[in-house]
């Protein structure tokens, strides 16, 4: 029997599947082949497309001779081209389309394959093409919190309003929130998502009973995204035996803690048959972990590793781990270096169902970071790469800033030089994991346009090597469908005007040459050059009236920089051969540096704090351009927020300037006012 497609919430946006993004497939015959529950959901939205736009479709256990437009199965004869469960092949020949799979969730990948095409899936002919994606894993993390934290609120930097999942401290279950959380689902599966951990990784004591006496709660989430092929994950304490259990110790290698997870891992998969595993940030920023007891990393992972393995599951271990009492005055202290101590040592010893889970740079998600050395230094290790869709340091979806192109770069570069494995390929053992910047908010993701990070996290971690901008395409045409346009091309324009450089506009207007934060401490919104210069954070600049910049060379400074493998260890050792984008993240330079570009270090802060809000003057005016293409509530949200973010880029520009005039006493060679 067919699934029925999830109702939307009067109100809600659809995103990337509006109803009219399903005609060319709903206006055709269409045959069914195949059984099982995710199948039954290919035949709901095909029966749904087909009950909108005129199609018929037919189901039934094997392909017959009947003709037929379209033919989504499965295949009979074994899986001859590798497709395993998610692949699918696609082929159009004598006026036929069809999409074979070897497993169920290929089949549904493929349906919403032919969706990204539209028409063209139905034109001509079409060589046989096989897709499969390159990461197993593609998972968000949701830093959710069941009850409203006094700080962070009911999202741990959240957005987009509240959560899609819980409110006030219980698990959203009314049936029109049930099926906004199908519909997420749907959403995910259509980019190619397929794994979401639904709470925040800092586990608090409400949170923490998830494992426990509320997993019927988290089995019913997992029971709305499941049709879409989502595996529900779950984030943990470490010190769950202690917390929940009543355990005296929460000791890795202490025997009662080992009995106690595998005991309460058995009741988990009871409640979740197919759940994915366990998400743990572990002595970090204050959480639980090994250290309190000698224990390493490896130790903690692997325990948790065993009690998930008689049923397939995997613990996803977080690298983020530092110092956050650091005192200031230390400067050989260095946070960027701190993953790659902890864990770099340890490559070999973590289980083969243990997930080390890295930030693609090794600081927090800043707006230019190097790739973390620690993804090119555990090849005995399995590794997934984390990203951050919710943006934090990225202007928190009243800016807009999509990140595809920045992503991309991370995933191209190759740790070990140029003829070696990409960070997409390293992470293949592992996946790609991205912190969810979704809500309940009628929009998901608070700005409009905020949805195209989303939907690019999906397209990327199918296919780390896929070129951004056709990503771009492939969200603009399916969330603004041409046959509603008056003007398809203008609109599709001036959507890549806004968004294509919108991430380096963003770098312009904020923290120079890679250095990084100048947030406002806390929340970390808006401008404050020095909000954690003196703090315990280990996000210094280092300014002073001479120059600006955090030395990380191994002649001088933290040694850093010979964390990387040779050929880049010799890149970022010296301001002479440092990238530009880099150069203050890796050295500690005078004002008067001239960089590679010609400029000096002080005129570049100066003139791309007034280019970038030049830019966003010009994306504003493009957008207002669009009110006669776009829906009236999509195109006030986004004008609204674009007046936000023109306030704030001018606060960025002048703070930035004023900071760096002040202290280095050079005035702007153009002349223009700096306060």
């Not at 349906?111 to 998972?139: D, K, Q, S, T, Y």
């Not at 959480?287 to 992972?301: I, K, L, M, V």
């Not at 001036?494 to 890679?514: C, F, I, M, N, Q």
Request: hydrophobic fraction near 40%; glycine fraction near 10%.
């Amino acid at each position: 029997m067919p699934v029925s497609v999830p109702a939307l919430p009067s109100g809600v946006d659809p995103a990337w599947l509006p109803p009219e993004v399903f005609r060319p497939l709903g206006s055709r015959r269409t045959l069914i082949s195949g059984t099982g529950p995710v199948v039954d959901t290919v035949h709901g939205e095909v029966a749904c497309a087909c009950a909108q736009f005129g199609g018929q479709v037919v189901r039934t256990a094997r392909v017959q001779g009947a003709s037929y437009d379209l033919v989504l199965e499965l295949g009979e004869d074994g899986d001859p081209d590798g497709l395993r469960d998610e692949g699918f092949a696609l082929v159009r020949a004598d006026g036929v389309t069809r999409v074979t799979a070897a497993g169920q969730a290929g089949l549904l990948y493929g349906l919403f394959h032919l969706v990204r095409l539209g028409e063209a899936a139905f034109e001509g002919e079409r060589a046989r093409e096989v897709h499969r994606p390159a990461l197993a894993l593609r998972m968000l993390d949701h830093w959710d919190n069941m009850a409203v934290h006094p700080v962070m609120g009911q999202v741990e930097r959240g957005y987009a309003s509240g959560s899609l999942f819980w409110h006030d401290g219980l698990a959203r279950g009314s049936r029109d929130e049930l099926e906004r959380v199908r519909w997420y689902g749907r959403l995910l599966a259509a980019c190619g998502v397929n794994a979401v951990a639904v709470n925040n990784v800092n586990v608090h004591e409400t949170e923490a009973h998830l494992l426990t006496d509320r997993i019927g709660e988290v089995a019913a989430i997992a029971d709305a995204l499941r049709p879409y092929g989502i595996r529900t994950h779950l984030s943990v304490s470490f010190a769950a035996p202690v917390v929940l259990g009543g355990l005296p110790t929460a000791d890795p290698l202490h025997e009662s803690v080992p009995d106690w997870w595998a005991r309460t891992t058995g009741r988990v998969y009871a409640a979740i048959p197919d759940f994915g595993g366990y998400v743990v940030k572990a002595d970090s920023e204050g959480q639980p972990g090994p250290f309190t007891y000698g224990r390493s990393h490896a130790d903690g992972a692997n325990m948790l590793a065993a009690a998930l393995t008689p049923y397939g599951g995997t613990v996803h271990w977080r690298a983020f781990v530092y110092d956050h009492r650091q005192d200031w005055r230390d400067r050989s202290t260095d946070r960027a270096r701190a993953a790659y101590d902890h864990f770099a040592p340890l490559d070999g010893e973590f289980a083969p169902n243990a997930v080390l889970q890295v930030k693609h740079g090794p600081m927090d998600f800043q707006t230019r970071e190097p790739i973390s050395p620690v993804i090119g230094a555990m090849p005995n290790t399995r590794l997934a790469v984390e990203i951050q869709a919710t943006q934090e340091y990225t202007g928190q979806q009243r800016h807009v800033c999509w990140l595809g192109p920045m992503w991309s770069e991370a995933l191209r570069f190759r740790p070990e030089g140029e003829e070696e494995q990409s960070v997409g390929e390293l992470a293949r053992g592992g996946g790609l994991v991205a912190v969810s910047n979704a809500g309940d908010d009628p929009f998901w993701t608070g700005h409009p346009l905020a949805q195209a990070n989303l939907y690019t996290v999906g397209r990327l971690a199918w296919q780390p090597d896929a070129e951004p901008r056709a990503v771009l395409d492939e969200w603009i045409g399916m969330t603004f469908v041409p046959a509603q346009s008056a003007d398809p091309e203008r609109l599709r324009s001036g959507l890549h005007a806004v968004l294509d450089g919108s991430w380096r506009t963003y770098e312009k207007y904020t923290a120079p040459l890679g250095v990084g934060f100048m947030v406002q401490p806390g929340h970390h919104y808006g401008p404050s050059v020095d909000g954690y210069e003196y703090s315990p954070w280990g996000t210094y600049h280092f300014a002073d009236r001479d120059g600006v910049g955090v030395d990380r060379s191994r002649a001088t400074g933290t040694g850093f920089a010979g964390q990387y493998a040779k050929p880049w260890a010799e890149v970022y050792e010296t301001p002479e051969t440092c990238p530009d984008e880099l150069l203050l993240f890796f050295h500690h330079v005078p004002y008067g540096h001239v960089l590679h570009s010609g400029e000096t270090v002080i005129q570049h802060i100066y003139d791309t704090h007034f280019d970038g809000v030049g830019e966003v003057e010009e994306a504003r005016r493009v957008w207002a351009g669009l009110e006669d293409l776009v829906d009236p509530a999509r195109h006030a949200r986004a004008a609204k927020r674009y007046e936000e973010q023109l306030r704030s880029a001018c606060e960025w520009r002048d703070q930035i300037n004023t900071y760096f005039f002040r202290k280095s006493g050079v005035p702007d060679a153009r002349g223009r006012r700096i306060h």
